[in-house]
Nanobody
């Protein structure tokens, strides 16, 4: 199993940047594909970005394409989300998630990911 802990959230003005990190522990992180999701009160958790175990594949939600970049460093067991040109609608709790690379990877579906962090709040003020 893998345990995930997010950090890097906070308050930022619209147009600013934040970098989220997700530290993985337990089983080696390279055994997992990974993704970021976000959730606002009263709404379902939504897909933000995903990355394959070896970083060869990456996928983004249309709403963040061109502004957010997902990356990972398997030597540091860490997943990242660089968020630029932030908008007020990016305000949410952001979660990192992991899925074993041995299975089929439907990267946009929450059901694909059995492992989740506790979330970190991102607030963008307009």
């Amino acid at each position: 199993q893998v345990q995930l802990v997010e950090s890097g959230g906070g308050l930022v003005q619209a147009g600013g940047s934040l970098r989220l990190s997700c530290a993985a522990s337990g089983r080696t992180f390279s055994a997992y594909h990974a993704g970021w999701f976000r959730q606002t009160p009263g709404k379902e958790r939504e897909f933000v970005a995903a990355i394959g175990w070896n970083s060869f594949s990456r996928n983004y939600a249309d709403s963040v394409k061109g502004r957010f970049t997902i990356s990972r460093d398997n030597t540091k067991n860490t997943l990242y989300l660089q968020m630029n040109s932030l908008k007020s609608e990016d305000t949410a709790v952001y979660y990192c998630a992991a899925a074993s690379r041995s299975g089929r990877f439907d990267d946009t579906s929450m059901l694909t990911y059995p492992y989740w962090g506790q979330g970190t709040q991102v607030t963008v003020s307009s």
